[in-house]
């Protein structure tokens, strides 16, 4: 089979491979989309701490069963496999804290991933209910978009967002859009999309239709939108620690800031007014990936339409193009770009 391995930092290449065996309580996959994102890009520049290469990699994966050892599962179920794998053991998963389990694993880093044609899932994913019937009507390009979905679900749980609401996402790319379409369906009354990059705000806006739209001074036109009060979530998805201390000086009183998008690990610390969360009471949360339930609620939100995600997948690539499609999401040139191997 096909697959796109990665060797070092600018070694990612397409070649050929056996096919995996399914061992026992796994089940094997023809793998009919495996989406891209932001993190597949950095792995590729920078290489990851959690991966010893060679490594298959991608993490946003939907395919079809072909093989299987695994009780419940059969050929030709269609299906959606999580990235983030909890251990279901430890002491926060006992709590229902799967996504910051100190044991986590993930595929694409510590198992191979989805950009092949096939792989298998560990038993270790079906352990802990992350493999997931694509529900009918569901196509595999728009199950593969249910990880990241699932990220800004556990985000938007986290910062409390619900109706009412006036949100500022500030980042428009992929999970910028999934987080305006997600504060919709939570009842938020209104959402603005800021960007710095006029060109990839004015894409987003097109599918997604904001409130409004802010890509210059943003604390002040962010302030005009609200008259004066700020809003009541601000999340921050971009990894940028110039957002993340624009959006403690943009939350109202009482707000809520995600700290959505991660910064990069030489340079991870900001400025903050803690007198501003002192007097306005304001909550800050981080937001890490999500659990195998957020991936089930995610399709789910899929299948019933409340979060639309077929539209903001406007590439479809083979796996030989997976280089250009790195690129491409490099340079924030498409929503959401998909690999079809």
Same mark, same amino acid.
């Given at each position: ?27 094997k996959i023809r793998v009919r989309n495996c989406s891209t994102c932001g993190t597949d890009v950095k792995i590729y520049k920078h290489g990851h701490h959690h991966i010893d290469p060679p490594r ?127 504060a919709r369906a939570r009842g938020a009354a209104r959402v603005f999309l800021a960007d710095i990059n006029p060109d990839r705000l004015a894409m987003a806006a097109a599918l997604v239709r904001p ?6 001074? !943003?604390? #002040?036109? /962010? ?8 809003? *009541?979530? $601000?999340?921050?998805? @971009? %990894? ?72 903001? !997948?406007? #590439?479809? /690539? ?8 790195? *690129?491409? $999401?490099?340079?924030? @040139? %498409? ?7």
């Amino acid at each position: 089979m096909k697959v796109a391995r990665f060797h070092a930092p600018g070694d990612l290449r397409v070649e050929e491979a056996p096919e995996p065996v399914t061992g026992p309580g796994e089940v094997k996959i023809r793998v009919r989309n495996c989406s891209t994102c932001g993190t597949d890009v950095k792995i590729y520049k920078h290489g990851h701490h959690h991966i010893d290469p060679p490594r298959v990699m991608g993490h946003e994966i939907a395919g079809e069963i072909v093989e299987s050892a695994a009780p419940g599962w059969s050929p030709g179920d269609r299906v959606q496999v999580i990235a983030a794998i909890p251990c279901g053991r430890c002491a926060e998963c006992a709590r229902g804290r799967m996504t910051v389990c100190p044991n986590q694993e993930s595929m694409g880093y510590h198992y191979d991933g989805g950009f092949g044609e096939y792989l298998t899932v560990p038993a270790k994913v079906l352990a802990v209910d992350g493999l997931n019937r694509i529900p009918d009507g569901v196509g595999f390009a728009e199950a593969s978009v249910a990880e990241p979905l699932a990220c800004v679900l556990n985000g938007q749980e986290l910062a409390r967002v619900g109706p009412g609401d006036d949100v500022v996402i500030m980042g428009s790319g992929p999970i910028g859009c999934l987080h305006v379409r997600l504060a919709r369906a939570r009842g938020a009354a209104r959402v603005f999309l800021a960007d710095i990059n006029p060109d990839r705000l004015a894409m987003a806006a097109a599918l997604v239709r904001p409130d409004a739209t802010i890509h210059t001074d !943003i604390e #002040e036109q /962010l302030s005009k939108l609200t008259d004066g009060r700020g809003a *009541d979530v $601000v999340i921050t998805a @971009a %990894a940028a620690g110039s957002a993340q201390e624009q959006a403690i000086r943009m939350a109202a009183r009482q707000g809520r800031i995600s700290f959505f998008g991660g910064l990069p690990k030489d340079n991870p610390i900001i400025a903050c007014d803690s007198n501003l969360v002192h007097y306005r009471e304001l909550t800050i949360v981080g937001a890490n990936g999500s659990s195998p339930a957020h991936n089930a609620r995610a399709l789910d939100l899929i299948a019933t339409g409340a979060v639309p995600v077929a539209d903001l !997948i406007t #590439e479809r /690539l083979p796996l030989t193009d997976i280089l250009a499609a790195i *690129d491409t $999401v490099a340079r924030g @040139a %498409a929503i959401k770009v998909t690999i079809e191997p």
